[in-house]
């Protein structure tokens, strides 16, 4: 499927203005970059009232934002955003924030996990794996009651969520793992990586530079980052997934989807056509991405056994 008309417009656009690429610069340049999209992507429902937090950490405290939705939350959503490990603020996935709470009547934990260059691997793993934990001890007094734990992310986000979650079970019951587009392994010479990266808002170039600045090269392979090679797959929870079509990380991610299946992991994945990497934040300018993200929040309800409103499809392949 081609491109959606509006993702192509945003990207001539993009390239008449000389837009750099991610890789283009520097760690602040790049971040600079992610923030400024903030207001053109518009925002979430403000209904969703949000809370500042700290989180400690065997780091030290990082800051968090806790989202809540009118109704008493019936499930408590730890997210990792996304950003190659180098970018991403919680300003910058606010809006997500919002309508993933709002939609799926689930409180929603968005974790501001330390940053490489800065921070290397692995110190943002560490921050989610010590988020999980302490969502976990603290869930009854921050929402009232006992809830289902869920881990949901995007891209870099969804690749600690997935190593996360891996390192913390069973001590740490999840109920669902919800993941977009997700970085599983090392491998930039994959298909997706071939067809999907020119013009693109995820090149691989771009994915390159994440790596060197997350981790050596010598540890790419390692299964805390390439989680797809991971032996503990098996005990990862019940599973949501998206990929986009024209993204790099397509194949892998599919590929994750397909090795859980093997190992008897429930899982539900689709392939959302026309978009690129990143179309969770796009969805009040594309319908087709705000359907995936409605997908995404119903699949949380449903794992807090909680009827959701029903929606359509995204255009999408299932499996």
Not at 14 to 37: F, Y
Not at 166 to 182: G, K, N
Not at 215 to 238: F, G, M, Y
Request: proline share 8%; with cysteine.
């Amino acid at each position: 499927m081609a491109l959606h008309p509006v993702i192509a417009t945003m990207l001539d656009a993009a390239r008449a203005a000389g837009r750099p690429a991610l890789s283009a610069g520097t760690p602040l340049q790049a971040r600079a970059q992610v923030a400024a999209m903030r207001t053109a992507l518009g925002p979430g429902p403000q209904e969703v009232a949000a809370q500042a937090l700290s989180i400690p950490t065997r780091g030290g405290a990082i800051p968090a934002r806790l989202y809540r939705p009118r109704s008493n939350p019936q499930g408590l959503v730890v997210y990792l955003h996304g950003g190659g490990w180098v970018c991403g603020q919680l300003d910058d996935f606010d809006a997500l924030a919002r309508l993933l709470a709002q939609r799926s009547g689930c409180a929603l934990l968005l974790v501001d996990y330390r940053l490489a260059p800065e921070h290397p691997f692995p110190a943002a793993l560490h921050d989610a794996e010590d988020a999980l934990a302490w969502a976990h001890g603290e869930g009854r007094s921050l929402l009232g009651r006992e809830v289902p734990l869920l881990v949901a992310g995007d891209s870099a986000g969804a690749n600690l969520g997935i190593a996360a979650v891996l390192a913390v079970r069973p001590r740490i019951p999840v109920a669902m793992q919800a993941w977009f587009y997700p970085v599983t392994d090392c491998d930039l010479d994959r298909p997706s990586y071939l067809a999907c990266s020119e013009g693109m808002p995820l090149t691989r170039e771009d994915m390159r530079w994440f790596f060197e600045h997350y981790a050596p090269a010598a540890a790419w392979a390692d299964p805390r980052i390439a989680v797809l090679r991971s032996s503990e797959l098996a005990h990862s929870p019940r599973t949501w997934l998206a990929t986009a079509e024209h993204d790099v990380l397509r194949d892998e991610g599919e590929a994750y989807a397909h090795r859980l299946k093997a190992v008897g992991v429930e899982v539900e994945w689709c392939r959302v056509g026309g978009l690129p990497h990143g179309f969770a934040r796009l969805f009040n300018l594309v319908e087709t991405a705000r359907e995936a993200v409605e997908q995404a929040a119903d699949a949380m309800a449903a794992a807090c056994d909680v009827p959701g409103p029903s929606s359509t499809p995204a255009t999408s392949i299932f499996s």
